[in-house]
């Protein structure tokens, strides 16, 4: 079992930088991929970031390439989306999950414990 809590979430001018946090519990964290997933309203979820258990890949949706970053505090049992010049299409609830026995994963079939989301909402 592993539980998910993200923070971090908020209201942004366009340009604005926020930065995300995951804290996990249960199973051991380094031992299982992180990603970060968002979904807007009336809009399928969607990919935006993974990493995997070792934190040596990483992965990212192309609308964020260059602009968000995720890396993993394994003595804080906490993954963090550093989000850098937002845009309003960034507008969405952001949420966490945890791939068990994955390397880490675009496809959210792959992941087995969600976090609940925190909004993040970028103004023009």
């Known amino acids: 079992q592993v539980q998910l809590v993200e923070s971090g979430g908020g209201l942004v001018q366009a340009g604005g930088s926020l930065r995300l946090s995951c804290t996990a519990s249960?199973?051991?964290?380094?031992?299982?991929?992180m990603g970060w997933f968002r979904q807007a309203p009336g809009k399928e979820r969607e990919f935006v970031a993974a990493?995997?258990?070792?934190?040596?890949?990483?992965y990212y949706a192309d609308s964020v390439k260059g602009r968000f970053t995720i890396h993993r505090d394994t003595a804080k049992n906490t993954v963090y989306l550093q989000m850098n010049s937002l845009k309003p299409e960034d507008t969405a609830v952001y949420s966490c999950?945890?791939?068990?026995?994955?390397?880490?994963?675009?496809?959210?079939?792959?992941?087995?414990?969600w976090g609940q989301g925190t909004q993040v909402t970028v103004s023009s």
């Open positions: 999950a945890a791939d068990l026995y994955g390397s880490g994963s675009g496809a959210a079939r792959a992941y087995d414990y």
């Open positions: 249960g199973r051991t964290f380094s031992t299982y991929a």
């Open positions: 990493m995997s258990v070792t934190g040596r890949n990483t």
